[in-house]
Nanobody
Framework: QLHVAESGGGVVHAGGSLRLSCEVS????????IGWFRQAPGKEREGVAC????????FYEDSVKGRFTLSRDNAKETVYLQMDSLKPEDTGVYYC????????????????????WGQGTQVTVSS
């Protein structure tokens, strides 16, 4: 059984940085992508970035492109989301996930099934 666990959230001022970690346990088929979603209060969950584990290709949503960096530690089966130049609109619960990442209309499709979600970690960016 796959288990996904995020950590590293916190409270920072605008312009600050946070580094989120996502640890995967269990056996994850290599066709699955790993990445991040986020959900602001009262809003729907949206994609942040995903990494296809077969080729390490990374896709970023336009909203975070140039500010966030997704990286992978293959040996530890861990991914990181380095978040720089944080903005108040980045505030939300960030979820790591293992799924088949697809991009539709330039955005990461939020999966409804066949996805392993982490519990979420809160990121708050104050202005």
């Amino acid at each position: 059984q796959l288990h996904v666990a995020e950590s590293g959230g916190g409270v920072v001022h605008a312009g600050g940085s946070l580094r989120l970690s996502c640890e995967v346990s269990g056996f994850a088929p290599d066709y699955l992508s790993i990445g991040w979603f986020r959900q602001a209060p009262g809003k729907e969950r949206e994609g942040v970035a995903c990494l296809t584990r077969l080729d390490n290709n990374i896709f970023y949503e336009d909203s975070v492109k140039g500010r966030f960096t997704l990286s992978r530690d293959n040996a530890k089966e861990t991914v990181y989301l380095q978040m720089d130049s944080l903005k108040p609109e980045d505030t939300g619960v960030y979820y790591c996930a293992l799924w088949v990442c697809t991009v539709i209309g330039g955005s990461i499709y939020v999966p409804q099934e066949n996805v392993s979600w982490g519990q979420g970690t809160q990121v708050t960016v104050s202005s």
